[in-house]
Nanobody, 127 residues
Framework: VQLVESGGGLVQAGGSLRLSCAAS????????MGWFRQVPGKEREFVAA????????YYVDSVKGRFTISRDNAKNTMYLQMNSLKPEDTAVYYC?????????????????????WGQGTQVTVSS
């Protein structure tokens, strides 16, 4: 599956952005999905994850209550709605996909479990 992120940009602190991750090549319903972010000089960190059906989600503590992960399998697209953005949210955001069994609704936080990655989209939050 190929993944392409979009929706990044420059926003003031307190503002909002919605990132999209469009998939092609295979139906997105075959994958659990995740969002990660990376700042230059630091390791990529987990942000949010969603099960193949969308029934299970999980967030890193620093974004709980501000970010919402969702997906539309009919459109082969995953989203990350980011509200109340802070300067420390500045990073390149990556979407990722992990093949999964439709019998379970697991979410995954470990980077190494994801097999497919997008190219990333820059999010910059000014103070």
């Amino acid at each position: 599956v190929q993944l392409v992120e979009s929706g990044g940009g420059l926003v003031q602190a307190g503002g909002s952005l919605r990132l999209s991750c469009a998939a092609s090549g295979r139906t997105l319903s075959s994958y659990a999905m995740g969002w990660f972010r990376q700042v230059p000089g630091k390791e990529r960190e987990f942000v949010a994850a969603i099960s193949w059906s969308g029934r299970s989600t999980y967030y890193v503590d620093s974004v709980k209550g501000r970010f919402t992960i969702s997906r539309d399998n009919a459109k082969n697209t995953m989203y990350l709605q980011m509200n109340s953005l802070k300067p420390e949210d500045t990073a390149v955001y990556y979407c990722s996909a992990k093949p999964t069994n439709s019998d379970v609704n697991y979410v995954y936080t470990r980077e190494g479990l994801y097999a497919f990655w997008g190219q990333g989209t820059q999010v910059t939050v000014s103070s």
